[in-house]
Each structure stands twice: as C-alpha cells, then as structure tokens.
C-alpha cells in the first residue's frame, strides 16, 4: 500500500487545487470567461435595440417635453442673443453683421466704467451688511424654543411681498421731506430730514438696506434648516467642555454651515452683480448716474431711445456680464473646492 502510494504521480502547481477545490487551468479559463463577458455586455448595451429593451426610449419620451421647454425657454435665447451681440438691430428692421463693432461702441462708452463702479459698489455694501444679517438671524432663531414657527413666518413674510410693492413701498419711507416715514422717526431722536434718495452719498446705501430686507427672509430659512440638522452631540460634547455661546457657533455651527455659506455666497454675488429692480424703480439710475448699474445700462440700450433701441449694444454688454459671472463662479469654485469639503 505504501509502495502504491509512493508511485502515485505528483501533481505540478498548475493543477493544485485552490481552497473552492478549483485548479489553476479551471481558474485561467474562468477569468478568460468573465474577461469576454464584459465585453459581449458592452457590445449588447450599444445596439440600439438593448437600449430600446432597457426602457431608453420611453426615458427619452418622458423627458422630451421638458427638454423642449428648456432649450425654447432658456438655450435658445441665449443663444439669439450672442448672435445679436454681432449684429446691428432694431428688431424692426433687417439685421446686417457687424462683428465686434457692437463690442467696441459698449467699451467706448464712458457710462460703463460708471456703472461697473456702482455695480461693484453695491455688492460690497450687500456684502458687508446684508451677508452676515441672515445668519445672525438664523442663530438667534435656532436658540429660541417657543414661537420658533411665527418667527420664522415674519422672517420670511418680505419674500412673499411681491418685489415691486415692496420697492414702491420704501419709496414712500424714503419720502425725503419732514413729514418722511423714516424722516418723522429719526426726528423723535432729534435727527434729520435726510434726502435718501435725492442725494448721491445716501442713494446707494438706502437700495441696499431695501434689498436686503427684501432677500434676508429665505436665506434665513435656508441656513435654519442646515442649523436644525446639525447634532445636538457637538452642542452637547462643547458645552460638556465648557465652551461659551460664541464659541460653540464659532467651532461648532460655522463648520457645520461652511457648505452652505460658499453656496450663498456665490449666489448673493451673482445676485448683486445683475441687481436691476431697486436702481430703476427707486432713481432711474440717478441722482448724476450714482445708482446707475450694469444691467440698467443694459436696458437704456435696448429701450432708453424711443425711436428703437440699440439691441446689438445691449445683447453685447449683456454676454460680457454673462462671460465675467461665468469666469468668477469658476474660479470661485475652483478657489473653495477644498475649504468646502474640509
């Protein structure tokens, strides 16, 4: 029996079995399968007919309407505008090319540099005040127990204004005479009458502080819906090592909201660079240009002129705007890609 066994021939490495009980040769034909597999799949997967099986067709007709309305409503004007932008037009008329001359003439013009300052001016201000009101807010409200509902409610009630009531209505505060909403309260203090509007200091700041009213209420509620998600243990754990109120949203809330302050932020600047409504309903742009912006430039070209405005101008300063907001939402993203996720 030993002998028997002794003269039994060995097996090379090649078709030792494996722990399944699997050899070498069984394993290299198994992977040479799986390998082709893919492959097949891959092949089956561009026909036309497996995607039709695999439910594309009727993805694609479920998503055909909404891709009309978006590309009649949103791709096709911009792109008739950057063809407008190099050709002169008043959309009575035929159009004839230009080129860059539509470019050039809105360079040129001496008010651009005006409202491009005003402009900048504006979103510093909303930057500086109106940026951190919001969040102070949401701080407040999220440390309140009872009534946190009807707060929130009067926080957000300016959203629900419509924006032109709410302009036409600060204009009558910002009556400049004595008898002023806001010129009788400040003169209880023994202050004023201020010229809000009328005077080119005030002007700017005054639509400011009015926008910000108008905006602060649903940046409000975004920021109190990311506060209540944050867990109570950090609070706990801080308080535990004895941290104050100011530390605890120092190294507690702020890191928690990080994410969402880049994306406000982003967007409160977007907003401010193509601010139109509070500039052209409170002063027209004046008093001496000092209200004057981008976009109200935009619309002086298209419709200030009575007898048919310069489309090609407008449409080209506004793919400038475009072209500089799409630049700085890049680099703004590519500057805070690693702050938002640390």
Same mark, same amino acid.
């Given at each position: ?104 003439? /809105? $360079? *040129? ?10 402009? +900048? &001016?504006? %979103? =510093?201000?909303? !930057? ?7 969040? /102070? $807010? *949401? ?10 509902? +009807? &707060?929130? %409610? =009067?926080?957000? !009630? ?185």
């Amino acid at each position: 029996m030993l002998h028997h066994v002794g003269a039994s021939p060995r097996r090379s490495c090649a078709d030792a079995p494996d722990d399944t009980g699997a050899s070498a040769q069984d394993r290299g034909s198994v992977a040479a399968t799986s390998k082709r597999r893919p492959a097949s799949r891959a092949r089956r997967r561009r026909s036309p007919a497996t995607w039709i099986r695999g439910g594309g067709l009727s993805t694609l007709v479920f998503l055909l309407p909404m891709l009309v309305v978006f590309g009649v409503f949103s791709w096709y004007p911009i792109v008739r505008a950057v063809v407008m932008s190099v050709q002169q037009t008043n959309l009575a008329t035929a159009a004839h090319w230009v080129g860059l001359e539509n470019f050039r003439h /809105v $360079l *040129a013009d001496p008010l651009l540099g005006t409202a491009v300052r005003n402009t +900048l &001016y504006f %979103a =510093l201000l909303a !930057l500086v005040f109106g940026y951190p009101v919001p969040l /102070v $807010l *949401a701080v407040l409200m999220s440390e309140v127990r009872r009534w946190r509902g +009807l &707060y929130s %409610a =009067l926080a957000y !009630l300016p959203v629900v204004v419509p924006p032109v009531v709410a302009v036409l209505l600060w204009k009558f505060f910002y009556d400049g005479s004595p008898t002023g909403v806001f010129n009788t309260i400040a003169g209880w203090f023994g202050l004023g009458p201020y010229p809000w509007l009328q005077n080119e200091s005030s002007a700017m700041p005054s639509l400011v502080l009015e926008a910000t009213w108008a905006a602060a209420g649903g940046t409000v509620i975004i920021y109190l819906a990311a506060l209540l998600s944050v867990p109570a243990d950090l609070y706990d754990a801080a308080a535990v090592d004895g941290a104050s109120t100011w530390r605890k949203v120092w190294h507690v809330t702020m890191p928690q909201l990080r994410g969402v302050l880049l994306i406000t932020l982003i967007l409160q600047l977007i907003g401010t660079a193509q601010v139109f409504l509070e500039p052209y309903l409170f002063t027209g742009g004046g008093p001496s240009n000092s209200t004057m912006t981008v976009l109200l430039l935009i619309y002086d070209y298209a419709f200030g002129n009575s007898l048919g405005g310069d489309y090609g101008a407008a449409t080209a300063l506004s793919v400038m705007l475009a072209a500089v907001l799409a630049v700085l939402s890049a680099v703004y993203f590519r500057l805070t890609r690693s702050w938002s996720t640390s």
